[in-house]
Structure formats: structure tokens, C-alpha cells
């Protein structure tokens, strides 16, 4: 294979330029030529092509965001738009593509595989770490740790004031990043959609905690779990206590990416370009157990929960 193409698509996450680097470089040691692709699948419809060096990458592994930029192809599922992308990569004479992002990206990256045979290599880039083949995605734990600094600069306040803390957090319908930086910022009440949960038990627990000395309480809230306000409504009604609402937001997409996600972006990378310089199949690269694996992408877009029951159950256990 003598030319590749790398694009992100979909929600940015931190991590994603340094994947890039690791791809970018690790193509060029092998005498790969490598392409990057701007504004993920819109861009490669549009032929948003331009041949990378290693210049390209230089200074890149500790910035946020993505310098190939990125977008929402929602008219991606038409066959005929998927069409218009193998015919730009055919017009460059990339032989293979290496897509970062999340479920959507990875659904696109199976239809091209699927309709046109073209050699796709997904990695998993997004703050949500909703994919259930693989433990960790590139840019949770960043996200993870931007909650946590939230977490710490909201209790100060809380606590000043005799209040209780909603802060709400991005993952969609994966309640992840409120479960770990609930249980590492020690938060009373963790909220996700994959656990039922009691506003009339919350409350009374939250008044009940008020009358023995305990003035502030803090609950991260997963945004797929519940609207916000209606529920901080209903615990400031049945408790008495006021319950002041923070929506952290795309504050959490953006920042340096930590050592964790450095470090899986260039294992990721690496074998990106491993796979597709031996001509292997299409897949999904991940990792178990602190082992990268690979998937096929039927695989990798199936919707499966991996919750992690037993960190909840921490959380609960040590939020008392």
C-alpha cells in the first residue's frame, strides 16, 4: 500500500492530533505517502485532500482539537455521497483510509468498506467512550479529568454557600464520564441512564445529610440520564435545599490531552498503519486489558452496555 489517508470525523475529542501525528509518522518511517483529509467525510466528498510530512505534525501532540478540522456528514448514509468519497480517493490514488472518531464515523467507515471495498481503519476517538469493544477511547479520560478539575473548584463554592451541586456532563446515552469522575471526585450521587434511579430517596437522603451538618452535597448528572432543571426542581421540592445547576459542556471536548490519551493515540496510530502497510482486512483497533485488539466492524458498532456495575456500586458504597 503506497497511500493513506487519515480524516476525524464527528465530535472532536483530545487526543485526536496526537493520533494523527502517530499516523502520520509512522506512515513516512515506512515509506508510506499520507494524506489528511479535512472536515471528516464532508470534506472527502468535496476531495479536501492534502499530502502530509512530518512538518505537518510538528508541535501537535500536546493541542487539543483537531488541525484536520471536523464535521457532521449526516448525508453520508446515501450511497451515491459515499461514492463521490472512494472517487476523490481514486482522483489521489490512496490505496487505504484510517478514520478517527466515534459510532457515526465508524457506520461510515463500514459503508465504504461494505458498498466499495475500500481498506478502512477505525480508531475510537471520542470523550464518550460509548463503544463497547474496547475498554477506553482516545480523549475520555482528558474529558474525565476536565470534569474532575470542575468537580474540585465547585465543591469550594458549594460548601461556602450551604448548597448542592448539579453539574451536568456530556456522553450522550453512556453514562461513563459520570461515573468516573464521580467516584474520583468523590461526588454523593452519581445519575446515568444505565442505572435507574429515585429523586424521592435522593432528596430525603440529601435533607437528611443537611440536618446532621452536612450542607453540600454534589451530584453529576450523565446528560442522557435526565433533563437537568426539571430534576433539580424536583430535589429543591422535596428537599428544601437549594440546588444550584452547572452544564460543564463543550468545556469537557476541548484541552491538552493527558499522558493516558498520548499514549493510546500513538498505539493506535502505529497500528493503524501496521494493519493497513500488511493489506489486512477492514477493522476496528481498540484495547482490552491494556492489549490493542482489532474488531471487525460489525462488531464495533453493535450496541452493547460494558457499564461498569461494580464501579457504581463503589461510588454508591462511597458516597455515604
Given at each position: 500500500m503506497?497511500?493513506?489517508?487519515?480524516?476525524?470525523?464527528?465530535g472532536?475529542?483530545?487526543?485526536?492530533?496526537?493520533?494523527i501525528?502517530?499516523v502520520v509518522?509512522t506512515?513516512?518511517?515506512?515509506?508510506?505517502?499520507?494524506?489528511?483529509?479535512?472536515?471528516?467525510?464532508a470534506?472527502?466528498?468535496?476531495g479536501?485532500?492534502?499530502?502530509?510530512?512530518?512538518?505537518?505534525?510538528s508541535?501537535?501532540?500536546?493541542?487539543?482539537g483537531?488541525?484536520?478540522k471536523?464535521?457532521?456528514?449526516?448525508?453520508?448514509?446515501?450511497?451515491?455521497v459515499?461514492?463521490?468519497?472512494?472517487e476523490?480517493?481514486?482522483?489521489?490514488?490512496?490505496?487505504g483510509?484510517?478514520?478517527?472518531?466515534?459510532?457515526?464515523?465508524?457506520?461510515?467507515?463500514?459503508?465504504?468498506?461494505?458498498?466499495?471495498?475500500?481498506?478502512v481503519m477505525g480508531?475510537?476517538?471520542?470523550?464518550?467512550?460509548?463503544?463497547?469493544?474496547?475498554?477506553?477511547?482516545?480523549?475520555?479520560?482528558?474529558?474525565?479529568n476536565?470534569?474532575?478539575?470542575a468537580?474540585n473548584?465547585?465543591r469550594?463554592?458549594?460548601?461556602?454557600?450551604d448548597?448542592v451541586?448539579?453539574l451536568?456532563v456530556?456522553g450522550?446515552h453512556?453514562?461513563d464520564?459520570?461515573?468516573y469522575?464521580?467516584?474520583?471526585?468523590?461526588?454523593?450521587?452519581?445519575?446515568?441512564?444505565e442505572?435507574?434511579?429515585?429523586?424521592d430517596?435522593?432528596?430525603?437522603?440529601?435533607?437528611?445529610?443537611y440536618l446532621?451538618?452536612?450542607?453540600?452535597?454534589?451530584i453529576?448528572l450523565?446528560?442522557?440520564?435526565?433533563?437537568?432543571?426539571?430534576?433539580?426542581?424536583?430535589?429543591?421540592?422535596?428537599?428544601?435545599?437549594?440546588?444550584k445547576?452547572?452544564?460543564?459542556?463543550?468545556?469537557?471536548?476541548?484541552?491538552?490531552?493527558n499522558?493516558?490519551?498520548?499514549?493510546?493515540?500513538?498505539?493506535?496510530?502505529?497500528?493503524?498503519?501496521e494493519?493497513?502497510k500488511?493489506?489486512s482486512?477492514?477493522?476496528?483497533?481498540?484495547?482490552?486489558?491494556?492489549?490493542?485488539?482489532t474488531?471487525?466492524f460489525?462488531?464495533a458498532v453493535?450496541?452493547?452496555?460494558k457499564f461498569?456495575?461494580?464501579l457504581?456500586?463503589?461510588?454508591h458504597?462511597?458516597?455515604?
Amino acid at each position: 500500500m503506497q497511500r493513506i489517508a487519515v480524516l476525524t470525523s464527528g465530535g472532536d475529542a483530545p487526543g485526536m492530533n496526537a493520533c494523527i501525528r502517530a499516523v502520520v509518522r509512522t506512515a513516512l518511517n515506512n515509506n508510506i505517502d499520507i494524506y489528511g483529509v479535512e472536515r471528516g467525510y464532508a470534506g472527502l466528498v468535496k476531495g479536501e485532500i492534502t499530502r502530509l510530512g512530518t512538518r505537518s505534525v510538528s508541535d501537535m501532540i500536546h493541542k487539543g482539537g483537531t488541525f484536520l478540522k471536523t464535521a457532521r456528514c449526516p448525508e453520508f448514509i446515501d450511497v451515491e455521497v459515499q461514492r463521490q468519497a472512494v472517487e476523490a480517493l481514486s482522483a489521489f490514488g490512496i490505496d487505504g483510509l484510517i478514520v478517527i472518531g466515534g459510532d457515526g464515523t465508524f457506520r461510515g467507515a463500514k459503508d465504504l468498506c461494505d458498498n466499495f471495498g475500500i481498506k478502512v481503519m477505525g480508531i475510537p476517538g471520542t470523550i464518550d467512550n460509548d463503544l463497547s469493544y474496547t475498554d477506553f477511547t482516545v480523549g475520555f479520560d482528558t474529558a474525565v479529568n476536565s470534569v474532575l478539575w470542575a468537580i474540585n473548584n465547585l465543591r469550594d463554592t458549594m460548601h461556602s454557600h450551604d448548597r448542592v451541586s448539579l453539574l451536568e456532563v456530556m456522553g450522550r446515552h453512556c453514562g461513563d464520564i459520570a461515573l468516573y469522575a464521580g467516584v474520583a471526585g468523590g461526588a454523593e450521587y452519581v445519575l446515568v441512564p444505565e442505572i435507574p434511579f429515585d429523586l424521592d430517596e435522593i432528596a430525603r437522603k440529601i435533607k437528611k445529610s443537611y440536618l446532621r451538618g452536612k450542607t453540600s452535597n454534589m451530584i453529576i448528572l450523565a446528560e442522557g440520564a435526565g433533563n437537568r432543571d426539571e430534576i433539580a426542581e424536583t430535589l429543591r421540592t422535596k428537599s428544601g435545599i437549594n440546588v444550584k445547576v452547572t452544564n460543564f459542556g463543550y468545556i469537557q471536548r476541548g484541552g491538552s490531552p493527558n499522558m493516558n490519551d498520548r499514549i493510546l493515540a500513538a498505539r493506535f496510530g502505529y497500528k493503524a498503519i501496521e494493519l493497513l502497510k500488511n493489506n489486512s482486512e477492514s477493522r476496528a483497533i481498540g484495547i482490552k486489558d491494556n492489549k490493542v485488539i482489532t474488531v471487525p466492524f460489525d462488531e464495533a458498532v453493535k450496541h452493547v452496555s460494558k457499564f461498569d456495575k461494580e464501579l457504581y456500586n463503589i461510588a454508591h458504597i462511597l458516597s455515604l
